[in-house]
């Protein structure tokens, strides 16, 4: 009777370490389906993060085309103010010029009218 009761305890002790062992193995797979599912969550938000990197990537590249043909218009355009102010200031020049020329004649109109005897024109 004795053995019978150590026979069935140890089949107890037998049976009870199975289901411990299949309730941890449950257990532990439930944290392997868990760690998978935060891993692919993971991996997701990788990719998501990539694609942010690359999406600012773009955006820096057509900022600095941006950048750099306003940098050559800038400098066209201060080309052009350079050239148009050389050309303003020939153009007082050439006024200038005129206006010197036109006193003179005046001047020479007074002269020669003088010179008649009549009187200066002013």
């Known amino acids: 009777m004795i053995m019978t009761a150590v026979s069935v ?5 037998c049976a009870a370490v199975a289901v411990w062992n299949i309730v941890q193995r449950g257990k532990l797979e439930q944290q392997l389906v868990n760690t998978y599912d935060a891993l692919s969550r993971k991996e997701r938000e990788c990719e998501a993060f990539e694609e942010s990197v690359h999406d600012i990537g773009k955006q820096y590249e057509r ?25 303003l200031d020939e153009a007082r020049q050439r006024t200038e010029a005129v206006q010197n020329a036109l006193k003179e004649v005046q001047n020479i109109w007074n002269y020669v009218g003088n010179a008649d005897g009549q009187q200066e024109v002013s």
Not at 9 to 13: G, I, N
């Open 9 to 13: 305890l140890a089949a107890a002790c």
């Open 63 to 87: 900022a600095y085309a941006d950048y750099y043909e306003a940098n050559n218009r800038v400098f066209e355009l201060e080309c052009e103010l350079k050239a148009t102010r050389n050309e």
